[in-house]
Structures are given as structure tokens and as C-alpha cells.
């Protein structure tokens, strides 16, 4: 494979001509060559960051709309998405949205779920 490549030169190495090309074509030669880390523990710790995030916006939607359904609250029809007047509560459920897109990602990397 590599005959005729050497031109003599000292500073000939042969990873310059075989690599991850190379490599790369032998992996995906046969499933049995085809192994990849799944990096499970690093997937485990962003699914934890990520549940602890989308909890602190669920703690901050329900503190907002416990405050808008007090008493002494302005009166707002808290049954009606369309009629929601707070941007702040836009905003939360916004970022949870986001949120909540980018957790469910996460599933189909972790080892047996589908």
C-alpha cells in the first residue's frame, strides 16, 4: 500500500499518507471494527444539568402564576394562553421550550433508550 511513497527523505512519516481517512475507512469496513465511545457519564451529567435548569423555570412559572392568581393580583384571565399579559412568564416558557428541545436530544445518545 505504501510502496513507492518513501522517497528517501529523512523526515518521512507515515501517518502523513494514512490517518483517520484511512482509519476511518477501515471502522466502518465491518460493524464488528465500528467502536466509538459514547461518552454515557458526560451524557448523564448534561441530562442532570439539564433537569435541574428545566426545574428552576418550572419553580419560576409556577411561583409567577401563584402570584398572578393571588387575591390581591391584578385581574387577568388565567385561562386563556392568548390573553397571558406578563413578558416575564413569555419569557420563562420560552426558555423552557428551549429547554425541553434540547433535553430530549440527549435520549436517543444514552445507552438503551430508544
Same mark, same amino acid.
Given at each position: 500500500? +505504501? ?10 512519516? *507515515? ?6 481517512? !484511512? ?11 465500528? /467502536?466509538?465511545?459514547?461518552? !454515557? ?5 448534561? +441530562? #442532570?444539568?439539564?433537569? /435541574?435548569? *428545566?426545574?428552576? #423555570?418550572?419553580?419560576? +412559572?409556577?411561583? +409567577? ?7 390581591? /393580583?391584578?385581574?387577568? !384571565? ?7 399579559? %406578563? ?5 420563562? #416558557? ?11 436530544? @440527549?435520549? %436517543? @445518545? *444514552?445507552?438503551?433508550?430508544?
Amino acid at each position: 500500500m +505504501l510502496d513507492g511513497i518513501n522517497d528517501g527523505t529523512e523526515n518521512w512519516e *507515515i501517518r502523513k499518507y494514512i490517518g483517520y481517512k !484511512d482509519f476511518t475507512k477501515f471502522m466502518s469496513s465491518d460493524d464488528d471494527f465500528f /467502536a466509538i465511545r459514547r461518552f !454515557d457519564r458526560m451524557h448523564a451529567r448534561v +441530562l #442532570l444539568y439539564q433537569q /435541574a435548569r *428545566i426545574s428552576a #423555570l418550572e419553580q419560576q +412559572l409556577d411561583s +409567577l402564576d401563584e402570584s398572578l392568581s393571588a387575591r390581591e /393580583a391584578k385581574d387577568v !384571565d388565567n385561562g386563556s394562553v392568548r390573553d397571558d399579559v %406578563p413578558e416575564r412568564k413569555d419569557l420563562i #416558557l420560552g426558555q423552557i421550550a428551549t429547554s425541553l428541545v434540547e433535553y430530549g436530544r @440527549c435520549f %436517543p @445518545c *444514552i445507552r438503551g433508550i430508544h
